[in-house]
Nanobody
Framework: QVQLQESGPGLVKSSQTLSLTCTVS??????????WSWLRQSPGVGLEWIGY???????RYNPSLESRASISRDTSKNQFILQLSSVAPKDTAVYYC????????????????????WGQGTQVTVSS
């Protein structure tokens, strides 16, 4: 059974860097054709894809967040990490990690939200 669990601070001050960790159990981050994403949901905004890291460590980001987002991984711990710099109150959201198989790497990550596995989500509030 594959499980994902987000962890990190629930409160961050404006201008700081948010760091969240997703711990994956029951599957390996290096599983072929698997893409591991971070997403977030803000009230009134809906679900927003932040970026992914795939089985060989390649990353891709939402253009609207690319200048501030960074996704890395620690394969020894089977964790992938999101860092979002220069946060502001608009970054307040529930943050999710998720994984899906993508044989050809052609899934529409910007517009689609169908994943095989989801974490339960973690609330992050950015104070002004």
């Amino acid at each position: 059974q594959v499980q994902l669990q987000e962890s990190g601070p629930g409160l961050v001050k404006s201008s700081q860097t948010l760091s969240l960790t997703c711990t994956v159990s029951g599957a390996s981050l290096t599983t072929n054709y698997y893409y591991w994403s971070w997403l977030r949901q803000s009230p009134g905004v809906g679900l927003e894809w932040i970026g992914y890291i795939n089985e060989d460590g390649t990353t891709r980001y939402n253009p609207s967040l690319e200048s501030r987002a960074s996704i890395s991984r620690d394969t020894s711990k089977n964790q992938f990490i999101l860092q979002l710099s220069s946060v502001a109150p608009k970054d307040t959201a529930v943050y999710y990690c998720a994984g899906r198989g993508d044989l050809h790497g052609t899934y529409d990550y910007l517009g689609g939200y169908r994943y095989d596995y989801w974490g339960q989500g973690t609330q992050v509030t950015v104070s002004s």
